[in-house]
């Protein structure tokens, strides 16, 4: 699991972009959104265990690099003289070197990832301390959670935009001759640090110096460091003038009161030389270093003794004559309560004041950032406008419609990077992993060989992306209980760790009822399926899902087309997926407008998109069954090849569609008809409700062809359940054919 992060460079407070993930494509990305002027972007320097929703030391898995992170501002040895000294160690040891734009990384690739935990860890982490030191480098950054700005992007802290940039590549190496090459130079520091930096190696006479003043010594050297850890608590009050530096650190610049001008400037003309940081203080005016509490006495005219007070009372917390509910604070505030009621950490019970600071929030809004139009990141469709990375999808249909095939065809063609059904262009292949769960290992390569004879798919480049489970071999079912839904983590966590290792992009289950044991009839129950294990496998690791999906059974008296209102589980599968097609079967208005005879209209469907989060619903296309023969059969005894179905695109001749089919509004249009009126079912009566329809629909009532679909038309909404027919005696007293409303006449969304 990989950890990148975007944070503002003047070091404001509150949410920031980041994201966890086991995608490099994903860190590419977000590195190119979030690279901007005023923002940096970091990456963690080893990898998080899986499933890790914070960045910390304990929730790293193993180290893969030791880094270095040396800032040139730390230092008097001037950049050049760094470069080069780098350079030269690098021939005893092939570390790679990064320019940050603001000082150097160095990074030493382990042959082996060394697992948290373990002794090696430990030895590790040791040897990086060590190479810190030796190298000068930045103590803060010195632990194997720390960040490192991400290659590729830019340093704008100093104004101009600084490319981080690799200026020499590394090699792997043991950790054994890590340990040589720093007992090689006895581990000494290559570098000399810049005067006046808390906690460095620093000249004799400064820390004797120092030392009479009492940074080095407890309680005074506690002071100072918590007063450099701890900057914006009181340098705006000692210096109203400050100016905060931009940066992911407090820092600042301020002109020195406490001297005169070298140049007799007035106060207000005098340039900032006073620079404040968490590693130092200096004046660059004299070359001065001071203390927090040296800078406080200089400013304020005071004694050791006063300015310790002034600076206690700025960094540690005021006592109160008056109680203070901190709780109640706190909640107001919005931050969780730091009170507990378990006691210390050993288990005992007490009631001393518990020492830990408040937790950081769970929640965290963040502002959202807008990047210029021509930056804002595409989705990531794969293919079809469907299948869409780190998300699932649905196709819906009734058993014999072909979802099977289509899923196969579809599959097939991304992994060889073909559109098989269309004219869509692939920049690569993609890694396809197709399980189906009800049929035989030999029926399913029965298929693929036919869809492969069919589109001329070499076998060869079949074989090297299309992967193949089935429910026999490899039986998965997510979730079970029936109701009581529960969802087996284990097996979710063994199927994302095979997306992973295998670098599969796009994963088609079919179908859905065979991947759990819960009941889909029961709506509510289908829901934790969809979001707690598919969804959550799609989102880990950024590949697409599409779960093939049955209907349901129609009510009685109902023959119409299926939506995807009709899937199993109704509403809690359609809301739980991204996007949902739908594959129905040619109706008899739609053969009679296609010229097509009742029997062959078996064998074309339409898919339809029918949930479209992402894109626009309608129809996708039409498919038509073509059978194809394999050479499997027998001449010597007279059996003949296998025949198998495979779907291939079929376009409805050019203005072939004489009548559009009715809509929703057109049919609560035609039922309100009804209210005001009888009407036939006879198309001889002058009172065929076939006419109704033509005026609904702009047919041309003196076309026979067109006539001829406006009947079909009628069929197919009697079959539907919109209307019905009725008998009963007309005027005449004879017994006739009337059209009246069905038992879907109160049905909305039609």
Request: net charge negative; with cysteine; proline share 5%.
């Amino acid at each position: 699991m990989y950890y990148i992060c975007a944070l503002y460079d003047d070091g404001r407070q509150g949410g920031f972009p980041q994201l966890f993930t086991t995608d490099t494509t994903a860190l590419e990305q977000f590195a190119e959104r979030w690279d901007r002027p005023g923002m940096s972007v970091y990456q963690c320097v080893s990898t998080l265990q899986p499933g890790a929703q914070r960045r910390s030391r304990d929730t790293v898995a193993e180290l893969t690099t030791l880094h270095v992170d040396i800032d040139l501002r730390m230092l008097t040895t001037t950049p050049e003289v760094v470069r080069q000294k780098l350079l030269e160690l690098s021939l005893s040891l092939p570390v790679e070197i990064r320019n940050s734009g603001g000082g150097y990384h160095v990074l030493v690739e382990l042959k082996e990832p060394v697992r948290a935990g373990t002794p090696e860890f430990e030895r590790a982490n040791a040897l990086r301390g060590a190479l810190t030191r030796m190298l000068c480098g930045d103590p803060a950054p010195d632990h194997h959670a720390a960040l490192l700005r991400r290659v590729g992007t830019h340093n704008t802290k100093y104004g101009e935009a600084r490319l981080c940039q690799v200026e020499k590549a590394g090699a792997p190496v043991d950790i054994t001759d890590l340990e040589a090459f720093i007992e090689l130079y006895d581990g000494k520091p290559q570098f000399e640090w810049a005067p006046k930096l808390s906690g460095h190696a620093q000249k004799p006479e400064r820390e004797e110096r120092e030392r009479e003043n009492g940074f080095d010594d407890s309680p005074c050297a506690e002071l100072n460091t918590a007063a450099l850890r701890n900057l914006p608590a009181w340098v705006p009050e000692l210096l109203p003038d400050a100016k905060r530096r931009s940066g992911r650190y407090a820092a600042y610049d301020a002109v020195n009161p406490s001297r005169p001008s070298s140049t007799g400037r007035p106060y207000e003309q005098r340039k900032r030389n006073l620079g404040i940081v968490g590693s130092g203080i200096k004046d660059f005016g004299t070359g001065k270093g001071y203390s927090p509490l040296d800078l406080v006495m200089a400013v304020r005219g005071s004694s050791l003794a006063e300015a310790f007070c002034w600076l206690e009372e700025k960094l540690l917390p005021q006592k109160s004559d008056i109680e203070i509910d901190l709780d109640k604070i706190i909640e107001a505030q919005g931050s969780p309560s730091i009170m507990s009621d378990a006691g210390d950490d050993d288990g005992h019970g007490g009631d001393e004041q518990p020492k830990e600071t408040p937790k950081r929030r769970r929640i965290n809004p963040m502002p959202l950032i807008l990047p210029r139009e021509r930056d804002v990141p595409r989705r990531q469709f794969l293919y079809g406008m469907h299948y869409m990375r780190g998300t699932v999808s649905g196709t819906i249909g009734t058993g014999g419609t072909g979802k099977s095939t289509l899923g196969l065809i579809e599959g097939i063609g991304m992994a060889v990077a073909r559109d098989l059904l269309g004219g869509e262009k692939f920049k690569a292949p993609l890694r396809v992993w197709y399980h189906n769960a009800e049929e035989t290992m030999e029926e399913l390569t029965r298929r693929c060989v036919a869809i492969c004879k069919h589109f001329n798919v070499p076998a060869e480049e079949f074989e090297r992306n299309f992967l193949v489970t089935n429910g026999f071999e490899t039986p998965i079912k997510v979730a079970n209980g029936g109701r009581d839904v529960k969802i087996d983590a284990v097996l979710r966590k063994e199927i994302i760790d095979v997306i992973v290792e295998l670098k599969i992009d796009v994963v088609i289950f079919d179908p859905l009822v065979a991947m759990h044991r819960v009941h889909e009839d029961f709506n509510s129950a289908l829901d934790p399926v969809i979001r707690d294990a598919f969804c959550k496998i799609a989102h880990d690791t950024n590949c697409s899902i599409d779960l093939c999906h049955h209907t349901r059974k129609k009510a009685a008296g109902q023959d119409s087309e299926y939506t995807v209102a009709d899937s199993r589980g109704g509403q809690s599968f359609i809301d739980a997926v991204r996007g949902a097609r739908v594959l129905n079967t040619m109706s008899k208005s739609e053969a009679t407008n296609f010229d097509l005879s009742e029997e062959n209209r078996f064998d074309y469907m339409r898919l339809s998109r029918g949930k479209a989060n992402m894109v626009r619903r309608g129809i996708i296309g039409w498919y038509q069954f073509t059978a194809v023969d394999l050479d499997n059969g027998s001449e010597e005894e007279g059996i003949a090849g296998d025949s198998v179905g495979v779907l291939q695109r079929w376009d409805p001749p050019r203005d072939s569609e004489l009548v559009g089919q009715p809509t929703h509004e057109d049919r609560q249009h035609l039922l309100g008809a009804l209210q005001y009126g009888e009407y036939r079912y006879d198309p001889r009566s002058p009172e065929w409700f076939g006419f109704k329809i033509a005026d609904r629909l702009g047919a041309d009532k003196r076309e026979p062809r067109q006539m001829k679909v406006v009947a079909a038309i009628l069929d197919d909404l009697i079959e539907e359940g919109t209307f019905k027919i009725e008998e009963r005696r007309d005027k005449e007293r004879k017994l006739r054919e009337f059209v009246v409303p069905g038992i879907l006449a109160g049905v909305e969304n039609l």
